[in-house]
């Protein structure tokens, strides 16, 4: 019988500060019916390792759940339909959306929607540690790294919220997921209610789980979602984990998520048995491709002299009218041109508000938010790419660290409409896209 293990790590996230033999997770263990066998929270590694080795358990498969806020989401517009050329393209489709050099993002795809492609975008040394952390658990085989919030089961509602203790994990049905802090959820009640675009309803409906003790504590934050008229909230009460709701919605697919584990961490059959079975043609395939090789070397030679020379010509003439560009190689010299031409006609990238808040937010957590920084109201448009939050802080100069904060993010931030008084400075904030 295989089994399936779910590992979510638990804040604070040691492993991202260098520190993987301190990180601590969630689990739970599933068989391959979906009956959950054994479960843990805040367990180190050698807890879990030591369930599978004392049940002597086989063919265990790992899905690592990583936090919401690392990853992501976004569209890509893609006319191709074959996967090579897709994520071929896969890049530039999405560079617009990303507030940081694509080349540093590791991007999955998942499946064409009517809005285009569902991508996931996280920072490739962030990746790096996550599946570092995940591959080197004992006695379980490494399967798939999803967003925790994207295995939400969003069934027949626009959006499915789940209580996690201080973070809330939210999800829609478009594939879109985020990661906040439980406190702020109220904000989020006008921007939920909001159709989609061309989209007339009169009710938007919303589920959501979460324990007794959960929505009980979080009662105030969650009455103005449950107040709002067009939205009509469904409560479930959890009698498991939120990772348990996670695993069982995976397991009996009530969910789509994006695995993460793609291109250079995508992960290898490690018992070997497909290769035994192409082994015959391989060898097959190698001898051919070893009489092609000495047939086609001298062309080949050919052919790279000349790549080579009209490459030496196209960069001879770029630094022609760009002397003082370092940066731009044969390889990319096509993309820095373009960077440059958008620059040049001041299009700078639109963020959508997913997008915008997520990046805003992790900033607002940095600074302290909730106690020396607060969120009043948050509003979006879609028209002008913009996030407006006004925002209360013990000073100003709080709100200035806010505004540079995100303005390092490659986005940009406007302070405006100031007022000091005895409690400290109020402000609007207005994020957008940046140029």
Same mark, same amino acid.
């Given at each position: 019988?295989?089994?399936?293990?779910?590992?979510?790590?638990?804040?604070?996230?040691?492993?991202?500060?260098?520190?993987?033999?301190?990180? %601590?997770?969630?689990?739970?263990?599933?068989?391959?019916?979906?009956?959950?066998?054994?479960?843990?929270?805040?367990?180190?590694?050698?807890?879990?390792?030591?369930?599978?080795?004392?049940?002597?358990?086989?063919?265990?498969?790992?899905?690592?759940?990583?936090?919401?806020?690392?990853? +992501?989401?976004?569209?890509?517009?893609?006319?191709?339909?074959? !996967?090579?050329?897709?994520?071929? =393209?896969?890049?530039?489709?999405?560079?617009?959306?990303? !507030?940081?050099?694509?080349?540093?993002?590791?991007?999955?795809?998942?499946?064409?929607?009517?809005?285009?492609?569902?991508?996931?975008?996280?920072?490739?040394?962030?990746?790096?540690?996550?599946?570092?952390?995940?591959?080197?658990?004992?006695?379980?085989?490494?399967?798939?790294?999803?967003?925790?919030?994207?295995?939400?089961?969003?069934?027949?509602?626009?959006?499915?919220?789940?209580?996690?203790?201080?973070?809330?994990?939210?999800?829609?049905? %478009?594939?879109?997921?985020?990661? @906040?802090?439980?406190?702020?959820?109220?904000?989020?009640?006008?921007?939920?209610?909001?159709?989609?675009?061309?989209?007339?309803?009169?009710?938007?409906?919303?589920?959501?789980?979460?324990?007794?003790?959960?929505? !009980?504590?979080?009662?105030?934050?969650?009455?103005?979602?449950?107040?709002?008229?067009?939205?009509?909230?469904? %409560?479930?009460?959890?009698?498991?984990?939120?990772?348990?709701?996670?695993?069982? !919605?995976?397991?009996?697919?009530?969910?789509?998520?994006?695995?993460?584990?793609?291109?250079?961490?995508?992960?290898?059959?490690?018992?070997?048995?497909?290769?035994?079975?192409?082994?015959?043609?391989?060898?097959?395939?190698?001898?051919?491709?070893?009489?092609?090789?000495?047939?086609?070397?001298?062309?080949?030679?050919?052919?790279?002299?000349?790549?080579?020379?009209?490459? /030496?010509?196209?960069?001879?003439?770029?630094?022609?009218?760009?002397?003082?560009?370092?940066? =731009?190689?044969?390889?990319?010299?096509?993309?820095?041109?373009?960077?440059? +031409?958008?620059?040049?006609?001041?299009?700078?990238?639109?963020?959508?508000?997913?997008?915008? @808040?997520?990046?805003?937010?992790?900033?607002?957590?940095?600074?302290?938010?909730?106690? /020396?920084?607060?969120?009043?109201?948050?509003?979006?448009?879609?028209?002008?790419?913009?996030?407006?939050?006004?925002?209360?802080?013990? /000073?100003?100069?709080?709100?200035?660290?806010?505004?540079?904060?995100?303005?390092?993010?490659?986005?940009?931030?406007?302070?405006?409409?100031?007022? /000091?008084?005895?409690?400290?400075?109020? =402000?609007?904030?207005?994020?957008?896209?940046?140029?």
């Amino acid at each position: 019988m295989s089994y399936r293990l779910y590992v979510q790590p638990a804040a604070p996230f040691r492993a991202l500060h260098g520190d993987m033999d301190g990180q %601590r997770f969630d689990w739970a263990l599933i068989d391959a019916s979906g009956v959950f066998q054994a479960s843990g929270q805040d367990d180190d590694r050698s807890v879990i390792e030591q369930t599978l080795t004392q049940n002597d358990l086989e063919h265990v498969l790992l899905v690592g759940l990583l936090p919401g806020d690392d990853v +992501l989401f976004c569209f890509a517009e893609i006319p191709a339909k074959q !996967a090579r050329y897709v994520r071929q =393209a896969l890049p530039f489709a999405v560079e617009e959306q990303i !507030a940081q050099d694509i080349d540093s993002v590791h991007l999955a795809l998942g499946k064409r929607s009517e809005e285009g492609f569902r991508v996931a975008a996280i920072d490739q040394q962030r990746m790096a540690i996550w599946h570092e952390l995940f591959d080197a658990f004992q006695g379980a085989d490494l399967e798939a790294l999803y967003p925790d919030a994207a295995l939400l089961p969003v069934s027949e509602s626009r959006w499915c919220i789940c209580l996690a203790g201080e973070d809330t994990l939210v999800a829609g049905s %478009r594939g879109e997921w985020f990661r @906040m802090k439980t406190e702020n959820l109220s904000i989020f009640s006008y921007t939920l209610a909001q159709p989609d675009k061309d989209e007339v309803v009169a009710e938007i409906p919303v589920t959501l789980y979460g324990s007794e003790e959960d929505l !009980a504590r979080y009662a105030d934050n969650i009455r103005p979602i449950e107040t709002e008229d067009r939205l009509r909230v469904t %409560r479930d009460v959890l009698q498991m984990t939120p990772l348990e709701l996670l695993a069982h !919605a995976q397991h009996n697919a009530l969910c789509e998520p994006i695995n993460l584990c793609q291109g250079t961490f995508e992960n290898t059959d490690k018992t070997g048995g497909v290769w035994r079975v192409w082994r015959p043609a391989a060898i097959v395939a190698g001898l051919w491709l070893a009489l092609q090789v000495g047939v086609e070397l001298g062309l080949g030679y050919y052919h790279h002299q000349q790549a080579a020379e009209l490459e /030496n010509q196209a960069m001879s003439l770029y630094h022609d009218v760009f002397p003082q560009d370092t940066r =731009a190689t044969a390889a990319n010299v096509r993309r820095v041109l373009e960077g440059r +031409l958008r620059v040049a006609r001041q299009q700078g990238p639109r963020a959508d508000f997913l997008s915008l @808040m997520a990046q805003a937010g992790a900033e607002y957590d940095k600074l302290g938010g909730g106690q /020396n920084l607060q969120f009043d109201s948050v509003n979006y448009s879609r028209q002008r790419g913009e996030l407006v939050v006004e925002l209360r802080a013990d /000073n100003y100069d709080r709100l200035s660290a806010l505004r540079s904060a995100i303005g390092d993010r490659g986005l940009e931030a406007r302070i405006g409409s100031v007022v /000091n008084d005895s409690s400290g400075a109020r =402000a609007r904030l207005t994020v957008s896209g940046g140029s």
